[in-house]
């Protein structure tokens, strides 16, 4: 019985572990330079926007934009789904109800000039993104990170997801400076 305690303890704790590879809590977070090397970029297309990756695992939320007659569909101008990464290969699969309502979902609202949208992520409302299309007709999403307006790249959150509801420590916001074309990153620590 002894023997089979031990092991029911060993291979729950070798199970929690990756949750905390990436730091904790006690043992601190990711440092702005940090990020996991062997987490993989989703291939880009031409209406690749940002994506979402998180310290639980290798699967990523990618948003692309939709369009319509060359514009954003005015309706519903992103098309947010999982990439999930496994060793057989990766599959895209679609954001369920919850996701979407609570977490990786969006609203968005037609800004001044019609032609583009304001975008609001369901769990970070407080940073708006704005989705147009460029000077070449290309979708580009950008917001503010660190006072510069910035192309969004991706966004990295670090949380626990120990307890029955995941507990966000921060989250890391990477663009790129579109006037300069420097790379900024911003952390929004979660107080």
């Known amino acids: 019985m002894y023997k089979y305690l031990i092991a029911f303890f060993l291979t729950a704790f070798a199970m929690a572990l990756p949750a905390f590879s990436q730091g904790t809590s006690k043992t601190g977070p990711m440092s702005l330079a940090s990020h996991p090397a062997d987490y993989p970029a ?4 031409s209406n690749s926007l940002f994506f979402i990756q998180r310290n639980k695992n290798k699967h990523t939320i990618v948003y692309d934009a939709k369009l ?4 954003l569909d ?13 060793s057989t ?16 979902g969006y609203h968005s609202k037609k800004d001044g000039t019609g032609k583009g949208c304001s975008i609001t992520l369901t769990a970070y409302d407080k940073r708006k993104i704005s989705l147009k299309l460029d000077e070449k007709g290309q979708p580009i999403a950008t917001m503010t990170i660190n ?5 969004l790249n991706y966004i990295w959150v670090f949380a626990d997801d120990s307890g029955t509801w995941p507990k966000v420590f921060h989250i890391d916001l990477h663009g790129t400076e579109l006037a300069s074309g420097k790379k900024q990153t ?4 979660n107080d």
């Open 42 to 45: 989703p291939p880009k297309s």
């Open 68 to 71: 319509k007659n060359g514009q």
């Open 74 to 86: 005015a309706s519903n101008p992103i098309d947010n789904y999982w990439l999930r990464y496994y």
């Open 89 to 104: 290969g990766t599959v895209r699969k679609e954001l369920g109800w919850a996701e979407k309502k609570f977490a990786y």
């Open 147 to 151: 006072g510069k307006t910035c192309r």
């Open 186 to 189: 911003e952390r929004i620590n």
